[in-house]
């Protein structure tokens, strides 16, 4: 997730990483610990993302008819 000049990652399971680009371009000082509310800014702003490209999921789906062979289970696994 990119903010401006900061950039926040992570893998799943992983801690936060966050770097300030504008200062830092190759990605190379982990400022996550020293600067924890930025890191939970930028968490609130991806988990906001995540959610909105959820429900742009989900109602894409509803709105799809069904193709022969796909189950009931396999076309509710978003809902």
């Not at 600067?35 to 490209?53: G, H, K, M, T, Y």
């Not at 509803?62 to 396999?74: E, L």
């Amino acid at each position: 997730m990119r903010v401006d000049d900061w950039k926040l990652v992570g893998a799943a399971g992983e801690p936060w990483e966050l770097y300030d680009l504008k200062t830092d371009r190759a990605e190379q000082q982990n400022l996550a610990a020293a600067l924890p509310q930025q890191v939970r800014e930028l968490e609130r702003v991806w988990q906001r993302q995540a959610d909105s490209f959820t429900e742009l999921v989900k109602k894409t789906l509803a709105s799809q008819p069904r193709p022969k062979g796909v189950s009931s289970k396999a076309r509710n696994q978003f809902n």
